[in-house]
């Protein structure tokens, strides 16, 4: 069975720092790798994906993240954290031919905390 | 195109008491999911519906019913709410799978 470990429940870093968030999945073939943004009070919004191909994808609002297979990990980061990055991040990971209705399973979440 | 729909926004339910979730898309989706987010959790599956006339079980459906009434919806029934069942409901929907398309939420209170 697929999982998914974000080991940072809570990170803090302050406006125009940089940022990793860390990702490890489990999963015994290639898999579909997500990163959600949620806002509070908000819906998740897809920041970026990976398929296959290119291991470094870009995403929206400058984030991208780095699939390295070795160390089964997706890792999202941003040079550049602006206020308005604070929110819950969730790493997702779903199964290659996965077909319509199968599960789609999430980390637990980091919260950021952005200091001015 | 408002994307996934879901009403209400806020419920506040007493203990034993009913009540249906719903929700709607317009993206001519094939499938529909109904997730609950809890602190520490993340989001965990209650239930799907990979095409119009079939629902299947996720995760975590004990106290829940579904129906795809329609291509277009996928409501959620609480029968007899507990306190366990307060959390955010989100609806979700793809086609192709895996990516999901997010409602904004319910977030719903059992006292």
């Known amino acids: 069975a697929q999982s998914v470990t974000q080991p940072d429940i809570h990170i803090t870093v302050s406006e125009g720092a940089s940022l990793e968030l860390r990702c490890n999945y489990s999963y015994g073939a290639t898999p579909y790798l997500f990163w959600y943004v949620q806002s509070p009070g908000q819906g998740l919004q897809l920041l970026l994906k990976?398929?296959?191909?290119?291991?470094l994808v870009q995403g929206i609002k400058g984030f991208e993240a780095e699939f390295k297979r070795s160390q089964s990990s997706f890792n999202l980061r941003k040079p550049s954290v602006h206020w308005s990055d604070a929110a819950e991040y969730f790493c997702?990971?779903?199964?290659?031919?996965?077909?319509?209705?199968?599960?789609?399973?999430f980390g637990e979440g980091t919260q950021l905390t952005v200091n001015p | 195109n408002a994307g996934v729909t879901q009403t209400p926004k806020f419920q506040v339910l007493k203990t034993g008491q009913s009540m249906t979730l719903q929700c709607a898309q317009d993206m001519n989706h094939n499938s529909m999911y109904w997730y609950r987010q809890d602190p520490g959790m993340g989001l965990r599956l209650i239930y799907y519906?990979?095409?119009?006339?079939?629902?299947d079980k996720g995760e975590v459906p004990n106290g829940y019913n579904v129906s795809r009434l329609n291509k277009r919806e996928f409501s959620l029934r609480l029968e007899s709410a507990a306190p366990s069942q307060t959390s955010v409901y989100f609806c979700?929907?793809?086609?192709?799978?895996?990516?999901?398309?997010f409602g904004p939420g319910t977030r719903l209170t059992v006292t």
């Open positions: 997702a990971v779903g199964a290659v031919g996965e077909t319509s209705g199968s599960r789609l399973t």
């Open positions: 979700a929907s793809s086609v192709p799978a895996p990516r999901r398309y």
């Open positions: 990976y398929f296959s191909g290119d291991t």
């Open positions: 519906s990979a095409s119009e006339g079939t629902t």
